[in-house]
């Protein structure tokens, strides 16, 4: 007997709250795993694994999870808090995200290496700054009135869409730094395929959540 509309959709919410809830999970415990591995003060590069990781597996995946209908940790909030609460944490995985540039550049530097020369290296730089845009742009959504001949629903497609691709890039970096000889050497068999398991679970719910809000209700519209 095929199943009612209505079961199937409770059925997807509720697979969709236990992914979201396994997202909040494996972005918090990937970020404690490359903290307990880098051991941050032993050496200047090891703040570089623990702020990217804090900036882009866990401050900027519960940044965007705040928005989940699902599993949002505020679902009981306003839409204002939210969004609030949405900018504090992007504006702190920008700033992890700088400073752990900033940091890996001059350990380069004071090592006599040269940076940006590896995939990783040259799309960790390309998330940061595209990040640092993807920030700025949300200020439009802050003050949508500043924008003209632009709606606000508009706004917020587009700043979704775009905010997407960042984390995605944010995720990539995060997986080319998994291939790197540092993490390889301390990281091997079955544990390292569980490290690359982390950014891929959580994009997966993140894209499935912004094309649920945005994409899919956009397409089906008039």
């Given at each position: 007997?095929?199943?009612?509309?209505?079961?199937?959709?409770?059925?997807?919410?509720?697979?969709?709250?236990?992914?979201?809830?396994?997202?909040?999970?494996?972005a918090?415990?990937?970020?404690?795993?490359?903290?307990?591995?880098?051991?941050?003060?032993?050496?200047?590069?090891?703040?570089?694994?623990?702020?990217?990781?804090?900036?882009?597996?866990?401050?900027?995946?519960?940044a965007?999870?705040?928005?989940?209908?699902?599993?949002?940790?505020?679902?009981?909030?306003?839409?204002?808090?939210?969004?609030?609460?949405?900018?504090?944490?992007q504006?702190?995985?920008?700033?992890?995200?700088?400073?752990?540039?900033?940091?890996?550049?001059?350990?380069k530097?004071i090592?006599g290496?040269?940076?940006?020369?590896?995939?990783?290296?040259?799309?960790?730089?390309?998330?940061?700054?595209?990040?640092?845009?993807?920030?700025?742009?949300?200020?439009?959504?802050?003050?949508?009135?500043?924008?003209?001949?632009?709606?606000?629903?508009?706004?917020?497609?587009?700043?979704?869409?775009?905010?997407?691709?960042?984390?995605?890039?944010?995720?990539?970096?995060?997986?080319?730094?998994?291939?790197?000889?540092?993490?390889?050497?301390?990281?091997?068999?079955?544990?390292?395929?569980?490290?690359?398991?982390?950014?891929?679970?959580?994009?997966?719910?993140?894209?499935?959540?912004?094309?649920?809000?945005?994409?899919?209700?956009?397409r089906?519209?008039?």
């Open positions: 007997m095929a199943l009612s509309i209505e079961t199937e959709s409770r059925i997807y919410r509720s697979l969709r709250a236990i992914f979201g809830a396994t997202a909040h999970l494996v918090l415990g990937f970020t404690i795993f490359v903290a307990v591995l880098a051991r941050p003060g032993s050496s200047l590069f090891s703040w570089h694994p623990l702020l990217m990781s804090l900036a882009f597996s866990f401050l900027m995946t519960e965007l999870l705040v928005y989940s209908p699902e599993s949002s940790l505020l679902r009981s909030f306003s839409r204002k808090a939210k969004v609030r609460f949405h900018w504090a944490l504006l702190l995985s920008f700033i992890c995200a700088v400073l752990g540039l900033a940091i890996i550049s001059y350990n530097y090592n290496k040269d940076h940006f020369v590896t995939w990783h290296g040259q799309t960790g730089l390309l998330t940061v700054l595209y990040a640092g845009m993807q920030c700025m742009g949300g200020l439009a959504l802050l003050y949508p009135k500043l924008i003209k001949n632009w709606t606000l629903s508009k706004l917020k497609l587009y700043h979704a869409t775009s905010g997407l691709i960042g984390y995605l890039l944010g995720c990539a970096s995060l997986l080319l730094g998994m291939c790197s000889l540092w993490f390889t050497a301390a990281v091997t068999g079955i544990s390292w395929y569980l490290s690359i398991l982390c950014p891929i679970l959580t994009s997966l719910v993140i894209m499935n959540q912004v094309s649920n809000a945005y994409l899919y209700r956009k089906i519209q008039p």
